[in-house]
């Protein structure tokens, strides 16, 4: 018989819930948490947490084919919808498969909680199953990537553990925690269960105190030409009309590492975008640079004679340097560097900056305001004439691409982007003002896009009209008015188990349009190979390390075994009629896939190997 651990629960805080089983226990604490969706991947080690879901819902279970890709889309929604995204995974095996994930949503500062099953060897589980695929390290295998790791050694703990993991997760700076839950304990019965509410109550925001807050104030309005440099500080909607307010009583010119839409591309003081893996490019007069949660290289540092002020939630830089890892930031020279939560300390800073300014400093920020417009616009004036010639050329290539994206763009479309050659390209054609438009992969790990994309489609629905009916309890999933777009190139879509995210969006009836740019080539590798010390393989015309062709994959027909609608497309014009209609059976809830069949990013001589 399942023996019970339902006594000595009395010294928590809390109340009580009527539970059979340790599974449906750990279900109706995600429940009381306000959990809608378990992003998972079936696995043996989780029976009785499944079986649980049967009778209590929400949590809705949405099942991806691949544990990479479910935690992505965990990773996905916490990042659209503010909230910890929630994933489930088998055991070691699963937890091996999604180690990528981890370093994506550790990048990505995502508030994800990810609980893998667990068996301990000589363990019996009640229910007769096997005890197996168990690792003395499990949960060492994503520490470099998690915030916190546990394992829950008893349904008495369970509670707290699991509110622990969801508090460090949405605590500044977030990230990624990871829980293994044993099948034995799952599959015990239980007579009654407990649900604590100690974090309830959010933490406060940590800003440092005025008199620091003073001086930096007092800095950048003494500055001849303050610059901002944002990177990762859109992530939080909130901070990115302070940014702009910020940007227009200073008069400076904001250079933005795209991470997330951190400053609207219409404003007259965006000043281009900074290439994710060198130091800012920032105006030749700069005299004083505040930094916005970015973190640089190694190796890398701002330039020579210029002030920096850095504002960062996370200390170490570990987490906003774009294909970094945890040996974190350059510690790069700062005159000021303040570890806070970005949106509140920006709030108070703004007032302060406000409170100094005196007219002669008002009068020079009009001055340099007028002058970064008309910079502004020569620069996004020259874009835009490079994105339609190339689009009256009839040439697909990033500049068109983005020019059509920009043409089919609709309110309630985001963009999730998991292009690496042709970011840049993008970024300056396709206009996004509205924050929480912008997702991309600051991991440069491939693949984690596909899943993200739809977990930031989920990110504004709920499980609603939850009913009990013949033994088992439904519902449905609300409508919405979002819409995503996920450009990817064509490495992305395979390392990403895009087969994985289209058969997740067709059985859910999620709206994601994915567009793969089929240059049949790695092509952001090509050009290291170019620089190697012998240049071998440039000299002999050797693509095979990069290409992907011959045969070129068919994204197009693979879509269809999933009965999406797809669509295959070579000139600009079409492009934009297939992102209109796609975009409007998107909006119907129906998933598509349009394949943007490019040039080979090597050329069109295919490589010496036969």
Known sequence: MPRSHSKDLEHLEGHEVDVETGGEWFVRILNELGVDFVFGTTGAGMPDIQDAMVVVKPPKWIQGLHEFVSVSAAMGYALASGRPGVALI????????????????????????????????GVQIPTGGLEYHYSSYQTLIVSPWVKWFTQVESLETMPEDVEKAFYLAASEPKGPVYVTLRQDLMASGVSKGWVTHSSSVASEGRVPDDRALASIADTLLSAQAPAIVVSHAGRNPEAVPLIVELAHLLGAPVIERRVFMSYPTGDPLHLGFADPYQSPALPPYTDVALFLETGLLPHLKPGRGIEIIDITSDPFHRQDVFGGGDYGSTLFPAKFRMVCDTAPTLRRLARLVEERLEAREREAVGERISRLSQEHERLFGEWRERAQRRYEEGVLDPWSIGLCMTRAWRKGVVWVNGTLSAREALWRTVTLNEPGTYFDNPSSHLGVTPGLAYGVSLADKKYVDVAAKDGYVSGRLSSSGRVVVCTLGDGEAMFGNIGSALWTCEHYGLGVVYVVLNNACWGIEWPAIERTTKQWAKKAHDFEFVDIDQPRIDFSGLAAAFSTYSAKVREPTQLEQELAKCITLAENGHPSLIEVEMEKYTGPEKSVVP
């Open 90 to 121: 088998d055991r070691v095996v699963g937890t091996q498969n999604a180690v990528g994930a981890f370093y994506g949503a550790y990048m990505n500062m995502a508030p994800v909680v990810v609980f893998a099953s667990a068996n301990l060897p």
